[in-house]
């Protein structure tokens, strides 16, 4: 019996429905519950994700770890733009937002191997999540990039840095500066993930794949996983100057008029007129 077809365990994660949690044999399935905001993260998402890593990571007898979106249309839109307005994902008093990072996911470094299910579009915050997941399976109709230049800000998350170190650097910064989408295909071309199916087949293409790992020693996987991340007591040294850089830029973007701008602009559904400050 492969893992996918396995009676699955319900977890009781973080008990506020905006993330489920699935324990299917040795793997444990994430998933972002907010389809009707395009599984867009809010601090709700933000804690049950990072709890059901900080789970998996505990539990002896999760081996590997899935995330996807609920429904047929978003994987994640990025940041719910009500919920960051309201200063609900960087005015968080609880420290582990903030070692976590952006969905409780880009900054939260297991041993345990992570995958990607991108079962929609993955703009912006999805690609981020992409970008951090060990491998990635996406549906044929996926398209992943940083859009966020379109709208007066930048790809915070770890996409700026990130991108260029898992696809070719020149094909990054075309996707960084210009803001456009790399569809399904491509991103298989590219590398950035490990397989495009059709919809219909990606919990079982992502379970397969999880499987393939799960025939391995746990112990050895895990090892393995931090040796090539580079990952030191759940961080990774090498990327602090990264994400050093990516805040202090970020917030003097923010500031800015044309931030302004491009946010109402996106509201507005109007084109921006940049002042260049």
Same mark, same amino acid.
């Given at each position: ?15 506020? &429905?905006? =993330? ?7 793997? $444990?399935?994430?998933? !972002?519950? +907010?389809?009707? #905001?395009?599984? @867009? ?110 709208? &007066?800000? =930048? ?7 990130? $991108?260029?170190?898992? !696809?070719? +650097?020149?094909? #990054?910064?075309? @996707? ?102």
């Amino acid at each position: 019996m492969s893992s996918y077809t396995e009676p699955g365990t319900f977890i009781d994660i973080a008990g506020n &429905g905006a =993330v489920t949690a699935d324990q299917r044999g040795h793997v $444990l399935l994430v998933t !972002i519950n +907010r389809p009707e #905001a395009r599984n @867009a993260v809010n601090l709700d998402v933000t804690f049950g994700i990072g709890e059901a890593l900080d789970h998996a990571e505990a539990d002896h007898t999760v081996w590997a770890v899935i995330i996807t979106g609920a429904g047929d249309k978003a994987f994640c839109a990025g940041a719910d733009l009500k919920a960051a307005a309201r200063g609900e994902l960087t005015d968080v008093a609880d420290p582990r937002a903030a070692r976590w990072g952006f969905a409780g996911y880009v900054a939260h470094h297991i041993s345990k191997p992570t995958i990607a299910a991108v079962n929609g579009f993955a703009l912006g915050g999805g690609t981020e999540l992409t970008l951090a997941s060990d491998l990635a399976v996406a549906v044929d109709t996926a398209s992943f990039g940083l859009p966020e230049v379109k709208r &007066g800000i =930048v790809a915070g998350a770890g996409g700026a840095f990130r $991108l260029p170190r898992q !696809i070719p +650097r020149k094909v #990054a910064m075309e @996707a960084i500066l210009t803001g456009d989408p790399i569809p399904a295909q491509r991103a298989l071309e590219l590398g950035l993930v490990n397989k495009v199916v059709p919809a219909e087949s990606l919990l079982e293409e992502a379970f397969a794949l999880a499987d393939r790992i799960l025939v391995n020693a746990p112990l050895a996987v895990q090892s393995a996983k931090r040796i090539a991340q580079g990952i030191d007591e759940q961080a990774v040294p090498a990327e602090a100057d990264d994400w050093a850089r990516s805040a202090r830029d970020a917030a003097g973007i923010m500031s800015s008029e044309d931030s302004t701008e491009g946010m109402r602009a996106f509201a507005e559904k109007r084109a921006p007129v940049w002042q260049g400050k």
